[in-house]
């Protein structure tokens, strides 16, 4: 159970992933940043609730829409916009951008340009904590459009065969890039799939932190006793388009994009901690003052740091 210090803790990271990935996508525009991203802006709460439920031996896997699992996972935002700038001070030292970022210090295992390339690696990362008798779990992030891949398949077998300590979390908001998940998946939810492997599967209101986080709780210590996996679906939605070269033609009705606006996550943690009475009109304000200053100062930091030296450029490089 979260002290109620805890449960603002929380609220804090996702105004703090909301206003970095709002800043981001600001930063492409006006062409301060190049190449591309992918805003998690409307997914905060599954990103928040399942790493609250993990200690900090644990580990991460995430996806291509990154940046809000690293920030949960108590990732610097200094060194992640510093990497989203290319600059020799990021996570990554500018190698790898907003889709290939790591910070192994911190257990996350890195973001994945390949969709569902995440899985096999989490996997790999569980059988370690398996064998070398570790009481860590890993949590693998994937989106919907993910199922589709055979590489989900393969892992999920493999870790429920092998009862191995890891969470697999589906992030569904509903569309891979602009293509319907209804048009692609002959089952309404991608927990349903978890029958095949013979493991438990939970299908939650993705917007909701405290939903989020008890299942994940459940499903963590389950992995943790040597239950084996579960997967934990969070139904959400994104509220900017795919990527930041999304056009965001019509595939999306302006109905359902003001339908989900009315559950923003953090609308939703806001009112139930002002309901609990433990976040007053005042400490909230300070908090989104406080979250953007932190923003502001880490776009300087970027800004400031320096290009990576081109004589370290075959350095990390495993093969010539």
């Known amino acids: 159970m979260l002290s ?155 870790g429920a065969a092998w009862k191995l300590p890891i969470l697999y979390v589906c992030e569904n908001n509903l569309y891979a890039m602009g293509t319907s998940i209804d048009r692609v998946s002959p089952v309404p939810n991608m927990a349903d799939r978890a029958a095949g492997y013979g493991i438990p599967g939970a299908c939650v209101n993705g917007n909701d932190f405290d939903a989020v986080n008890a299942a994940a709780a459940e499903a963590v210590a389950r992995a943790r006793a040597g239950g084996g996996p579960s997967i934990v679906e969070a139904k959400t939605y994104r509220t900017f388009g795919h990527s930041k070269g999304d056009a965001e033609r019509p595939y999306r009705t302006k109905d359902e994009e003001a339908e989900w606006a009315r559950l923003d996550p953090l609308l939703l943690f806001r009112d139930r901690l002002r309901d609990e009475g433990c976040l007053s009109e005042a400490e909230d304000v300070r908090l989104i003052e406080d979250v953007r200053a932190g923003i502001e100062d880490a776009v300087t930091f970027a800004k400031q740091s320096p290009d990576p030296d081109p004589a370290t450029a075959a350095d990390g490089v495993f093969a010539e």
């Open 4 to 158: 109620p210090s805890e449960r603002i803790g929380w609220y804090r990271t996702m105004l703090l992933i909301r206003r970095f990935d709002e800043r981001v996508m600001e930063l492409f525009g006006e062409g301060v940043i190049s190449g591309t991203a992918h805003a998690c802006c409307g997914q905060e709460a599954s990103a928040a609730g399942i790493c609250a439920a993990l200690g900090p031996d644990d580990q991460v896997s995430s996806t291509h829409r990154g940046h809000g699992h690293l920030l949960a996972k108590g990732g610097c935002a200094k060194r992640l916009m510093a990497e989203l700038f290319g600059k020799a001070t990021g996570y990554s030292h500018g190698r790898g951008g907003s889709q290939h970022v790591a910070a192994y210090e911190i257990g996350f295992l890195g973001s994945n340009g390949i969709t569902a390339g995440g899985l096999p690696i989490a996997t790999g990362a569980a059988l370690a904590f398996q064998y070398q008798r570790l009481p860590h779990v890993v949590a693998a992030f994937f989106g919907e459009g993910a199922t589709g891949q055979g590489a989900f398949h393969e892992a999920i077998n493999m």
